[in-house]
Each structure stands twice: as C-alpha cells, then as structure tokens.
C-alpha cells in the first residue's frame, strides 16, 4: 500500500501519543483524596490540583488537536486532486 494514502503520517502519530501522555499526567496530577464529612483535607486547593493540572490538559488537548489537522509535508494526495479537478 502506498504511503501517500494515509492521512496521518509518522509524525502525526507521535504529536498525537505526547499530546496523550500529557493530558494523562495532567489527570494525574488532579487526583488524589479528598475531603469527607469527618476530615478536611486542603490539598484539594493546592495550586497543583487547581492551576497546574488543568494547563497541562488543555495543552495536551490543544497538541492532540494539532497533531490531527496538521498535514505531512509530502502530501501529494491534495496536489493530485488539485489537478483532476482542472482538468
């Protein structure tokens, strides 16, 4: 099969598994106990838990988005269709 029919390339599929494992370290970082009716915690307002986690996730979410709409650098598919529809 020839590569030039695949709509990701190697590439795309590594931005995609980083963007991946940041939004899963983002997740990570979020959890942890929480507070019940017999004891408070006050981790559960920790900057880690209410700023740094939710960053990570978006930037994870945002390179995912990325690695998805970016285009291989040797796309001929589009030039091809390019010329067919001229024609």
Same mark, same amino acid.
């Given at each position: 099969?020839?590569?030039?029919?695949?709509?990701?390339?190697?590439?795309?599929?590594?931005?995609?598994?980083?963007?991946?494992?940041?939004?899963? $370290? &983002?997740?990570?970082?979020?959890?942890?106990?929480?507070?019940?009716?017999?004891?408070?915690?006050?981790? $559960?307002?920790?900057?880690?838990?209410?700023?740094?986690?939710?960053?990570?996730?978006?930037?994870?979410?945002?390179?995912? $988005?990325?690695?998805?709409?970016?285009?291989?650098? &040797?796309?001929?598919?589009?030039?091809?269709?390019?010329?067919? &529809?001229?024609?």
């Amino acid at each position: 099969m020839d590569k030039s029919n695949f709509a990701f390339d190697r590439v795309n599929y590594i931005l995609l598994a980083a963007g991946m494992a940041v939004v899963i $370290i &983002g997740f990570l970082l979020m959890s942890g106990s929480g507070s019940n009716e017999t004891a408070y915690d006050p981790d $559960i307002f920790s900057a880690r838990r209410i700023k740094v986690a939710p960053v990570l996730c978006l930037l994870g979410f945002v390179s995912m $988005i990325y690695a998805v709409v970016r285009r291989p650098k &040797g796309d001929n598919a589009t030039k091809q269709t390019d010329k067919e &529809g001229e024609a």
